[in-house]
C-alpha cells in the first residue's frame, strides 16, 4: 500500500502531466516563443529520405524496365507508380511538400534528409547527364526553401527557420556509386547547393570529402552527417578505412575528433548517412574495415551517440550493430584494408549494382532474422501462471494452496543468477553490448512513399528556442587550394566519365595478388568515464528518442486508377490462390515467385498493376486527395515506453523466435526498473489483433500440411515477424503475399533447444 506522502507525489505527477500542454499532433500546431524570441523546441524531428525526382516521368506511361514511367502506355499513376521501379513524379514530390508545409511545419526541430535526391540513371534512351543531377538537387532545395525558408522583406529566401541537414546519396553524383577522393567537384559543386545548410566553421571539411556537422540545439545536440559513400561496397573508387592514405580512413579520423570534442562540451550526438552499415551473413553494405571502426567508435562514444539514421535500402528496419564483433586488431589500433571475396552466382546479393532488389531485400530480412534467433534469451519465468489447457480444452487447476504460493513474488538463487548472466551476454541492464540503426523507407514509391517523425525527450530544454541556419553567401569563396571547377566541366559528360574510369584503373593498379596487407595504426578513443551514466541511446533522459511515427501514402487509393479485389472476395474459398496485389498466386510485385518462395532476383520491378501494361487506365486522371497517413506508431506498440537500445534488443529477439515461445521466456518484467510489477510492465510489442487475425486465415485457407518429422516440431513464426515484414514493405504486401514469400524459405535453427523448422 502506498504511503501518504508516495501517493501525494503520485497524484501531483498526474496532475502536472495532465495539466501540462501536450505535444501537438501533425497538423494542429501553434507557434511557441522562447525568450529569445524564437519558438520552442518541441521535441520532433522530421526524417525524409529517396526522393529521387524525374522530370521525365508521364503519368499513364509503361512501368516496364524499357519504358521506365517515360513513355507508351501503362499503369503508371499521377502521383507515382507504386511497387515499380519507376522514380518519383514531381507532382509526388509538391504535393508531399505541400503537405509537410501544411501539417507539420511547425512542429518540428530540423529535418534530417538522407539523399538520393536525383533520379536512377534506369533509362538508356534519357542517359542522366551532370547537369540533370544538379539541378534535380537545386529543385529539392528549393521546395524545402518553400517549406522552411525565411523570406526576406519580399526578396526570396536566405536562410531556413530551422536546420536542414543533408547527405549524399549514391546516385546525388556520377556515375553513381563512384565518389573519389575530395576535393572534388562535387564536394565543391554541392558546397554551393547546400550553401544554407552547412555552417561556416564546416565548409572547409566538407569540400575535403562532403562531411559536416550542425548544432541543431546550440550546446546541446550536434547532427553529424557522414558521406557513406566513401564506406559503401560498391563505390570502387576508394578502399576502406583501414589505409590512412584513404579518404576513409581520413572520414573516420574526423568523426572521432568530433565525437570527443562533443564530449568535452557535454554534448549529444545524431549520426546520419546515406547507405546503412548493414551486417548480416556475410552481406554488407560498408566495407569490413569501415564497419569495424564505426562500431569500435559507436561503443567508446555510447555516451554521446543518441541514434543514428539512414536511408537507400527503401525497406523500413532496424539493424542492431553488436560491439562483440569488433576484431582484435581494431581493439589495438591497427587494421590492414580488408580483403574483398566475390559472392558466388548462385547467391543472393545485398546490393545488385549498389541497389536492393525485393529479392535481396526479402533474403536479407529473413537473414535478419536468422541472426536475431540467436540473440540471448532471458531467464524462464520462475512464476508463471499455473494454467493449462487439456486435450479438449478444459483448464487444469491447481491446488488452493499452489495458487496462493504462485501469488507471493519470490525468486531463487538460481533465477537471480541466470537473470545476473542474461545482462552480462547483452552489455548490462542497458544493453551496452549493442547499438541500434534505424533505416527508414523512401519516398520514391519502391512500395508507398513514406515520411518518419521521431520524437525525443526536451526536459529542461523546454524553453530553449529552435536553430536557425545563418545566411550563407549567395556565392563561395573560394580557398586557394580550392580546385578550379566552372559550370562549364558539368557540360562534358563522357570526358568526366573517361577521367573516373582512369582514376579507378590507377587505384586497383599492381594490387592483384598481393596477399600481405600493411596494418595502420589509429587512435582507439577513450570510453565513457566509469563514473558516468549510460548515454540518451540507452537510458532514458533529455535527448532520448521518444517515439516515431511512420507516415504513408497509400497510393493505390490516391491514384484511384484501380479498383482493388473487395475483402469478401480476397477471403472466399474460391480465391484462395488469389492476392490483392496481382490476382495471381506466382506473383508479387510483377516478380514471380516459386513453390518455395524464391522470388525471381530482377533490378526492375514491373509492380503490382503490371497486368495493365499498353492501355491507359482512365481516360485523364482522378486521383482522390493527397494525404499522408499514419500506418503506425511506436507509442502503440506495447513494451517501447521509449526507444532505448534495449526495447529493440528484445523486440528483435521477439521477431526471431517461434510463436510457440511467448509464455517461456521472462519478458514481462519492465526492463529498467527492477520492482515494477511484471504484468504491468507486459511488453508485447504488437498489439495488432486485426493484423494477426488476417494473418491467421490467410495461413488456414493456403497453408499446407506438413508430416510430423522424429527430429523437430514444425511452428509458426512470431507475430512480431508478421509485422515486421508488413512494416518494412510499407503495407504494401497482404498477408497471403507475407506467407508466399517468406514461409517455404523461413527456417531458423535454435541450437540450443535442438533443431526446429519454423515456418508463417
Not at 521535441?43 to 524496365?65: C, I, M, N, Q, W
Not at 482522378?622 to 521509449?642: Q, R, S
Amino acid at each position: 500500500m502506498l504511503r501518504m506522502r508516495d501517493a501525494l507525489i503520485c497524484g501531483l505527477l498526474l496532475w502536472a502531466s495532465a495539466t501540462a500542454a501536450p505535444p501537438n499532433a501533425a497538423g494542429g500546431a501553434g507557434r511557441s516563443s522562447a525568450a529569445n524570441g524564437r519558438r520552442r523546441l518541441t521535441g520532433r524531428f522530421l526524417h525524409v529520405t529517396d526522393f529521387h525526382p524525374d522530370p521525365f516521368y508521364k503519368t499513364y506511361s509503361s512501368t516496364a524496365e524499357d519504358a521506365a514511367c517515360h513513355r507508351d502506355h501503362g499503369p503508371s499513376g499521377i502521383y507515382g507508380a507504386e511497387t515499380t521501379g519507376c522514380d518519383s513524379p514531381f507532382a509526388l514530390v509538391n504535393q508531399t511538400f505541400k503537405w509537410i508545409k501544411d501539417n507539420i511545419k511547425d512542429d518540428i526541430d530540423f529535418v534530417i534528409w538522407t539523399g538520393d535526391s536525383a533520379r536512377h540513371d534506369n533509362d538508356d534512351e534519357l542517359p542522366r547527364t551532370q547537369k540533370q543531377v544538379i539541378q534535380q538537387n537545386e529543385y529539392m532545395v528549393s521546395k524545402f526553401a518553400e517549406v522552411f525558408g525565411q523570406d526576406h522583406h519580399g526578396h526570396g529566401t536566405g536562410g531556413f527557420a530551422i536546420p536542414v541537414v543533408p547527405t549524399f546519396g549514391n546516385n546525388d553524383i556520377m556515375p553513381h556509386n563512384i565518389f573519389t577522393s575530395g576535393p572534388n567537384r562535387w564536394t565543391i559543386k554541392y558546397l554551393d547547393i547546400w550553401r544554407s545548410f552547412i555552417p561556416e566553421a564546416q565548409r572547409h571539411q566538407f569540400q575535403q570529402g562532403g562531411w559536416f556537422s550542425v548544432e541543431v540545439i546550440p550546446g546541446k545536440l550536434a547532427v553529424i552527417s557522414l558521406n557513406t559513400l566513401y564506406f559503401f561496397t560498391s563505390n570502387s573508387a576508394v578502399d576502406g578505412c583501414a589505409n590512412k592514405h584513404e579518404p576513409g580512413y581520413e572520414h573516420m579520423e574526423w568523426l572521432r575528433i568530433q565525437l570527443d570534442i562533443l564530449r568535452d562540451r557535454g554534448m549529444k550526438a545524431i549520426l546520419l548517412g546515406h547507405v546503412p552499415p548493414a551486417r548480416v551473413d556475410s552481406k554488407e553494405s560498408w566495407d569490413e574495415t569501415c564497419w569495424q571502426k564505426y562500431a569500435l567508435f559507436g561503443r567508446q562514444f555510447r555516451d554521446v551517440i543518441v541514434g543514428s539514421v539512414y536511408g537507400h535500402m527503401n525497406i523500413d528496419h532496424f539493424i542492431l550493430q553488436d560491439f562483440e564483433h569488433i576484431g582484435k586488431d581494431a581493439e589495438k589500433g591497427r587494421m590492414a584494408s580488408a580483403a574483398h571475396s566475390s559472392a558466388s552466382e548462385s547467391a543472393v546479393r545485398l546490393l545488385e549494382d549498389g541497389e536492393v532488389t525485393v529479392a535481396s531485400a526479402s533474403d536479407y530480412l529473413l537473414n535478419l532474422r536468422e541472426a536475431w534467433a540467436q540473440l540471448p534469451v532471458p531467464p524462464a519465468k520462475s512464476n508463471k501462471k499455473s494454467r493449462s489447457k487439456g486435450v479438449n480444452g478444459e483448464e487444469y487447476k491447481d491446488s488452493v494452496w499452489d495458487w496462493l504460493v504462485s501469488k507471493v513474488p519470490h525468486r531463487s538463487k538460481d533465477g537471480k543468477e541466470a537473470k545476473k548472466k542474461y545482462l552480462e551476454k547483452i552489455g548490462g541492464r542497458f544493453a551496452e553490448r549493442y547499438a541500434v540503426t534505424h533505416v527508414a523507407p523512401s519516398v520514391v514509391p519502391n512500395y508507398f512513399p513514406t515520411l518518419r517523425i521521431i520524437e525525443y525527450n526536451i526536459t529542461g530544454l523546454e524553453n530553449v528556442g529552435v536553430a536557425s541556419s545563418t545566411n550563407s553567401p549567395p556565392t563561395i569563396n573560394a580557398p586557394a587550394q580550392q580546385l578550379l571547377i566552372t559550370d562549364t566541366d558539368y557540360l562534358d559528360d563522357e570526358a568526366y566519365l573517361r577521367d573516373v574510369e582512369t582514376t579507378i584503373r590507377r587505384k586497383h593498379k599492381g594490387k592483384k595478388g598481393k596477399k600481405k596487407q600493411k596494418k595502420y595504426k589509429f587512435k582507439v578513443p577513450e570510453g565513457p568515464s566509469k563514473s558516468s551514466p549510460p548515454g540518451p541511446a540507452y537510458s532514458p533522459q533529455s535527448l532520448t528518442w521518444t517515439r516515431y511515427v511512420q507516415y504513408f501514402a497509400n497510393l493505390t487509393h490516391i491514384n484511384n486508377d484501380f479498383v482493388e479485389p473487395p475483402p469478401d472476395l480476397v477471403d472466399s474459398d474460391a480465391v484462395q490462390s488469389t492476392s490483392v496485389n496481382e490476382i495471381s498466386a506466382v506473383t508479387i510485385f510483377g516478380f514471380g515467385v516459386s513453390p518455395d518462395g524464391k522470388i525471381e532476383n530482377k533490378k526492375w520491378n514491373e509492380g503490382k498493376h503490371k497486368k495493365h501494361q499498353g492501355k491507359r487506365p482512365r481516360p485523364e486522371p482522378h486521383p482522390n486527395e493527397f494525404i499522408f497517413e499514419v500506418e503506425y506508431d511506436t507509442k502503440e506498440d506495447k513494451g517501447f515506453a521509449d526507444l532505448t537500445v534495449r526495447r529493440w534488443i528484445e523486440y528483435a529477439r521477439k521477431i526471431g523466435r517461434t510463436g510457440s515461445k511467448a509464455a517461456d521466456i521472462e519478458d514481462s518484467e519492465d526492463i529498467y526498473d527492477e520492482d515494477q510489477d511484471f504484468e504491468e510492465q507486459e511488453t508485447t510489442f504488437n498489439d495488432d489483433t486485426d493484423e494477426q487475425d488476417d494473418y491467421d486465415v490467410a495461413l488456414r485457407k493456403g497453408g499446407k500440411k506438413h508430416k510430423k518429422g522424429k527430429k523437430g516440431k514444425h511452428r509458426k513464426a512470431s507475430k512480431e515477424w508478421f509485422t515486421f515484414v508488413k512494416r518494412a514493405f510499407v503495407a504494401t504486401m497482404d498477408p497471403r503475399e507475407i506467407k508466399q514469400l517468406f514461409s517455404s524459405a523461413s527456417t531458423v535453427k535454435q541450437v540450443e533447444e535442438g533443431q526446429e523448422i519454423i515456418e508463417l
